[in-house]
């Protein structure tokens, strides 16, 4: 009998939300075939659920960067058969890791954000160092994203001559039905972070007030920038009608107590919320930025996008009445599907085997 292929799941740290929870997802799912999988965190982190067929091991290391030789160790005593990381810093660690190893895997680095605007809050000499350091990496590994529009964009800024290969987020809540009384009027989740530009969303909200006085919103998410947002929601009169929640792991319920979803950020790389607002049948208001929303809800042709920072055009898609947008019908997700995209990941991982 063949010995089972083993395999390397890296990433930071457990987060609720984000490239990690994708990642969960698919290790997950894979646990389902005949493999070995493995979850390795790097940096210390909170319980949480995972499959028991997946053996986890976490590195407890107080920051990505110091946890390369560990990472390197852990090869060599497992000696995997595949090793899949997600995230630049990551990214770099496992790449990094892989090369003082004697053991000889499959390397498989996922980019999931926007890096050039990612890094726009650098000084010039971190941002050039890193992008040359990550382009090295991403020249030389078998690269992943879950845009097709980044792709595209790695491809030609780090002139990649090698494919990019595109694998679209996974849907990882359950279908529910939609028949619950609303309690919010609009949803937004996310980090309290720069990134995902609250502050248009609070202005484009406020405004909206001056022509309907009893709009709710709630905002789900935690950061640094949760004292600033609380701050304008208190200065500007709005404390009855905003309210902030911790991240949970139950995003369905409070998607089916709202009546539209709304994504003010920046940049990103394929927004996993914009998803799950499709899958809980709500209609979706997104910035049009790089990478996602554009793709996820074709050019406007389902859900509307307006541009990044337009807080005036956004206020007065809020007073539409949200039955005018449409919803992104099932059958436009089934490329999300879970056990398509692993099998996506499983056929690029062993396609030389198979």
């Known amino acids: 009998m063949n010995e089972r292929k083993k395999i390397f799941i890296v990433i930071p740290k457990y987060k609720i939300g984000g490239a990690e929870r994708v990642m969960i997802g698919i290790a997950n799912q894979l646990a389902k075939y005949n493999l070995k999988v493995f979850l390795i965190t790097l940096v210390k982190t909170e319980k949480f659920l995972l499959s028991k067929n997946i053996k986890l091991i976490n590195l407890d290391t107080k920051k990505v960067i110091y946890s390369i030789l560990q990472l390197k160790e852990v090869i060599d005593k497992f000696k995997p058969d595949i090793c899949l990381s997600t995230i630049s810093h990551t990214n770099i660690a496992l790449y990094f890791a892989s090369k003082l190893t004697k053991h000889k895997s499959r390397i498989f680095l996922r980019e999931s954000n926007n890096l050039f605007e990612s890094l726009d809050n650098y000084n010039f000499f971190y941002k050039f160092i890193f992008l040359q350091l990550i382009k090295t990496l991403y020249r030389s590994s078998n690269l992943i994203t879950p845009s097709l529009e980044l792709s595209k964009e790695l491809k030609k800024k780090f002139k990649i001559k ?25 949803i937004s989740i996310g980090s309290l972070s720069s990134q995902k530009d609250h502050l ?27 004292q600033r947002i609380s701050k304008y929601i208190s200065e500007n009169g709005l404390k009855n009608k905003v309210k902030i929640l911790k991240n949970t792991n139950d995003l369905n319920k ?31 208001i997104s910035t049009n930025c790089k990478f996602g929303p554009n793709e996820i809800l074709e050019k406007g042709k389902f859900g509307k996008l307006f541009n990044v920072g337009d807080f005036y055009k956004l206020s007065k898609v809020m007073l539409m009445n949200p039955k005018l947008i449409k919803i992104i019908p099932n059958n436009k997700l089934k490329n999300n599907n879970l056990d398509k995209v692993t099998t996506k990941y499983y056929e690029l991982f062993f396609k030389k085997n198979i």
């Open 162 to 186: 090698k494919k990019v290969n595109f694998i679209p987020n996974p849907i990882l809540i359950k279908r529910s039905k939609n028949n619950i009384k609303k309690k919010f009027d609009f």
């Open 200 to 226: 248009t969303l609070l202005k484009a909200f406020k405004y909206a007030n001056l022509k309907k006085k009893n709009l709710k919103l709630l905002i789900i998410g935690e950061g640094n920038l949760k």
């Open 254 to 284: 409070y998607l089916n107590l709202s009546k539209t979803f709304i994504l003010c950020s920046k940049y990103e790389g394929y927004p996993n919320v914009l998803i799950d607002a499709a899958v809980a049948k709500i209609p979706i």
